[in-house]
T-cell receptor, first 111, second 115 residues
């Protein structure tokens, strides 16, 4: 039972343009959402997060949007850079530490 | 801080053999998680521990999988006997005691290939 879904396995974007990665969830009890970035042969690293009491969180080029009614969140990267090419995982959590991850979206930013 | 340490980084074994993956969490972290990454299912939570106690092992696929955390600085994930479909990258992650937002710190992973 996939409670967190990333329906796009891959995304290709031109350098300088906006990258939008999407994530849907089914469990209304999730109250915290995170994005992780993973390079080949490395473990995922935390990128940005958002609490369910907010609908937007921004950190430099990265912005996460949360739409609770639609159970949807998205990660915007603008402007996209070649170094952003990686697999991005969406994750959702309740306060008991049980975090669920999506299957990941592979982002390729072309120079 | 060395971060989460996993060993071995790569493991190639034959079907039927026992495999043991090891993890050393970041010192002071009180929660430890084992994940499996495959192309088809992405990152799956297998089991997690709070203060060395297993809390949720519902993600462990079969009885062939077992995990232990004998102390705060060491955990193992064992597969016995291993099968080709167990081939995947296995990640260990830990969470700091004071974390409110459950950010997890991942190790580099162990790539397991079962022939």
């Amino acid at each position: 039972d996939q409670q967190v879904k990333q329906n796009s396995p891959s995304l290709s974007v031109q350098e300088g343009r906006i990258s939008i990665l999407n994530c849907d969830y089914t469990n209304s009890m999730f109250d915290y959402f995170l994005w992780y970035k993973k390079y080949p042969a490395e473990g995922p690293t935390f990128l940005i997060s958002i609490s369910s009491i907010k609908d937007k969180n921004e950190d430099g080029r990265f912005t996460v949007f949360l739409n609770k009614s639609a159970k949807h969140l998205s990660l915007h990267i603008v402007p996209s850079q070649p170094g952003d090419s990686a697999v991005y995982f969406c994750a959702a959590s309740e306060r008991n530490n049980d975090m669920r991850f999506g299957a990941g979206t592979r982002l390729t930013v072309k120079p | 801080d060395a971060g989460v340490i996993q060993s071995p980084r790569h493991e190639v074994t034959e079907m039927g053999q026992e495999v043991t993956l090891r993890c050393k969490p970041i010192s002071g972290h009180n929660s430890l998680f084992w994940y499996r990454q495959t192309m088809m299912r992405g990152l799956e939570l297998l089991i997690y521990f709070n203060n060395n106690v297993p809390i949720d092992d519902s993600g462990m696929p079969e009885d062939r999988f077992s995990a232990k955390m004998p102390n705060a600085s060491f955990s193992t994930l064992k597969i016995q006997p291993s099968e080709p479909r167990d081939s995947a990258v296995y990640f260990c992650a830990s969470t700091p005691r004071e974390s409110v937002y459950n950010e997890q710190f991942f190790g580099p992973g162990t790539r397991l290939t079962v022939l």
